[in-house]
């Protein structure tokens, strides 16, 4: 019995070590634009919580809240439409405009107008992934 538990305290340091030795995961896609583009303001979670929305007025929304606050339906296309700087009249928002989203292949998306439009793949990715965030 003590040679099997040495065994296993053996297996289990060695399994430790090689994840300690593990390469970093690097982000990609959508969750390294959020990272890049979004946390600094909304946070790591989508919280409205970032290190830069300290003392903005407005501050940044919860995004985690943007389905809740709409029925219970995701605002895709307003939130795509917001990450390219269609803001509708929103003067008051300190959201950039993303240029670098529109950078790459495009997919259609039906933006519920019943009309499928040529849209930038990282800008649904992006709002993909927010909705991922909804709680």
């Known amino acids: 019995m003590r040679g099997i538990l040495m065994v296993l305290a053996g297996g289990i340091g060695a399994a430790t ?24 303001c909304h ?25 809740s606050q709409n ?13 390219i700087g269609n803001t509708m009249g929103r003067s008051e928002a300190h959201m950039p405009i993303f240029d670098e989203l529109r950078d790459g292949p495009t997919v259609m998306f039906d933006d519920g107008s019943g009309q499928a439009v040529a849209t930038p793949a990282r800008v649904v990715a992006l709002a993909d992934y927010l909705q991922g965030l909804q709680r």
């Open 71 to 83: 029925e219970g339906i995701f605002p895709k296309a307003r939130v795509m439409g917001q990450l």
């Open 43 to 67: 946070g790591p979670a989508g919280r409205g919580n970032g290190p830069a929305a300290v003392g903005m007025t407005p501050p940044p929304p919860d995004l985690t809240l943007l389905a």
């Open 17 to 40: 070590l090689v994840a300690a030795c593990a390469p970093e995961q690097r982000m990609t896609g959508a969750a390294k634009d959020y990272a890049e583009n979004c946390a600094a």
